[in-house]
Protein backbone atom coordinates (compact mmCIF):
# COMPACT_ATOMS: atom_id res chain seq x y z
CA UNK A 1 0.00 0.00 0.00
CA UNK A 2 1.19 3.63 -0.70
CA UNK A 3 1.19 6.17 1.04
CA UNK A 4 1.11 9.71 0.87
CA UNK A 5 1.54 13.36 2.20
CA UNK A 6 1.08 16.20 0.39
CA UNK A 7 2.72 19.63 1.06
CA UNK A 8 2.78 23.10 -0.26
CA UNK A 9 -0.65 24.39 -0.12
CA UNK A 10 -1.65 27.71 1.06
CA UNK A 11 -3.12 31.27 0.88
CA UNK A 12 -2.21 32.94 -2.44
CA UNK A 13 -3.47 36.07 -4.65
CA UNK A 14 -4.72 35.83 -7.94
CA UNK A 15 -1.66 35.11 -10.41
CA UNK A 16 0.42 33.71 -8.07
CA UNK A 17 2.47 30.53 -7.76
CA UNK A 18 2.67 27.59 -5.56
CA UNK A 19 4.56 24.20 -5.95
CA UNK A 20 2.83 21.37 -4.41
CA UNK A 21 4.62 18.21 -3.21
CA UNK A 22 3.42 14.54 -3.04
CA UNK A 23 6.10 12.32 -0.75
CA UNK A 24 5.45 8.99 -0.91
CA UNK A 25 6.08 5.81 1.65
CA UNK A 26 5.32 2.37 1.58
CA UNK A 27 5.80 0.66 -1.78
CA UNK A 28 8.05 2.91 -4.54
CA UNK A 29 6.07 5.30 -5.86
CA UNK A 30 8.54 4.90 -9.43
CA UNK A 31 6.43 1.60 -10.18
CA UNK A 32 2.93 4.16 -10.27
CA UNK A 33 1.88 6.45 -13.36
CA UNK A 34 0.72 9.55 -10.34
CA UNK A 35 -2.24 11.77 -10.69
CA UNK A 36 -3.31 14.95 -9.27
CA UNK A 37 -7.04 15.58 -7.81
CA UNK A 38 -8.52 18.15 -6.50
CA UNK A 39 -12.55 18.71 -4.49
CA UNK A 40 -13.73 22.40 -3.86
CA UNK A 41 -16.24 23.11 -1.45
CA UNK A 42 -19.22 21.42 -2.40
CA UNK A 43 -18.00 19.77 -5.25
CA UNK A 44 -16.38 16.33 -6.39
CA UNK A 45 -13.31 15.76 -6.48
CA UNK A 46 -11.80 16.24 -9.80
CA UNK A 47 -9.05 15.20 -12.09
CA UNK A 48 -6.55 17.88 -12.15
CA UNK A 49 -3.41 16.15 -14.13
CA UNK A 50 -1.62 12.78 -14.41
CA UNK A 51 2.02 11.86 -15.13
CA UNK A 52 3.20 8.26 -16.33
CA UNK A 53 6.13 6.42 -14.11
CA UNK A 54 8.67 7.51 -16.73
CA UNK A 55 7.56 11.49 -17.06
CA UNK A 56 7.27 10.47 -20.82
CA UNK A 57 3.78 11.33 -20.71
CA UNK A 58 1.49 13.99 -18.89
CA UNK A 59 -2.38 14.79 -18.58
CA UNK A 60 -4.14 17.40 -17.75
CA UNK A 61 -8.05 19.02 -17.25
CA UNK A 62 -8.52 21.51 -19.77
CA UNK A 63 -8.98 24.39 -16.72
CA UNK A 64 -5.30 24.25 -15.50
CA UNK A 65 -3.66 23.50 -19.07
CA UNK A 66 -0.75 25.93 -19.81
CA UNK A 67 -0.84 26.90 -16.31
CA UNK A 68 0.18 23.72 -14.42
CA UNK A 69 3.04 21.15 -14.90
CA UNK A 70 3.38 17.72 -13.07
CA UNK A 71 6.62 16.33 -12.72
CA UNK A 72 8.48 13.67 -10.47
CA UNK A 73 11.56 12.51 -8.93
CA UNK A 74 11.64 9.01 -8.27
CA UNK A 75 14.63 8.87 -6.72
CA UNK A 76 13.05 11.01 -3.89
CA UNK A 77 9.77 9.04 -4.32
CA UNK A 78 7.87 12.82 -5.01
CA UNK A 79 5.76 14.05 -7.88
CA UNK A 80 4.91 17.83 -7.83
CA UNK A 81 2.82 20.18 -9.15
CA UNK A 82 3.46 23.24 -10.36
CA UNK A 83 1.05 26.28 -10.24
CA UNK A 84 1.08 29.29 -11.99
CA UNK A 85 -1.50 32.05 -12.79
CA UNK A 86 -3.53 30.69 -9.83
CA UNK A 87 -7.22 31.74 -10.00
CA UNK A 88 -9.61 32.10 -7.41
CA UNK A 89 -11.42 28.97 -8.92
CA UNK A 90 -8.19 27.10 -8.44
CA UNK A 91 -9.26 27.02 -4.46
CA UNK A 92 -9.88 23.44 -3.31
CA UNK A 93 -8.01 21.06 -1.41
CA UNK A 94 -5.70 18.74 -3.38
CA UNK A 95 -4.85 15.45 -3.17
CA UNK A 96 -1.82 12.85 -5.26
CA UNK A 97 -2.81 9.41 -5.61
CA UNK A 98 -1.06 6.45 -7.62
CA UNK A 99 -3.53 6.37 -10.53
CA UNK A 100 -3.99 2.66 -13.03
CA UNK A 101 -2.63 4.38 -15.98
CA UNK A 102 -2.10 7.84 -16.24
CA UNK A 103 -4.28 7.72 -19.70
CA UNK A 104 -7.33 6.39 -17.61
CA UNK A 105 -6.84 8.64 -14.57
CA UNK A 106 -8.43 6.42 -12.23
CA UNK A 107 -7.07 5.95 -8.77
CA UNK A 108 -5.74 2.43 -7.64
CA UNK A 109 -8.83 0.31 -5.68
CA UNK A 110 -9.39 1.06 -2.05
CA UNK A 111 -6.80 3.85 -1.96
CA UNK A 112 -6.83 6.06 1.47
CA UNK A 113 -6.94 9.52 0.29
CA UNK A 114 -5.57 11.36 3.21
CA UNK A 115 -6.31 14.57 4.31
CA UNK A 116 -4.66 16.56 1.19
CA UNK A 117 -3.30 19.99 1.46
CA UNK A 118 -5.74 23.13 1.07
CA UNK A 119 -4.47 25.80 -1.71
CA UNK A 120 -6.75 29.10 -1.67
CA UNK A 121 -6.54 31.73 -3.57
CA UNK A 122 -7.70 35.02 -3.23
CA UNK A 123 -9.04 37.60 -6.00
Known amino acids: QVQVVESGGGLVQAGGSLRLSCAAS????????VGWFRQAPGKERDFVAT????????YYADSVKGRFTITRDNAKNTVYLQMNSLKPEDTAVYYC????????????????WGQGIRVTVSS
Open 97 to 112: APVITATNKIPLPNYD
Open 26 to 33: GRTFSNYA
Open 51 to 58: INWSSSST
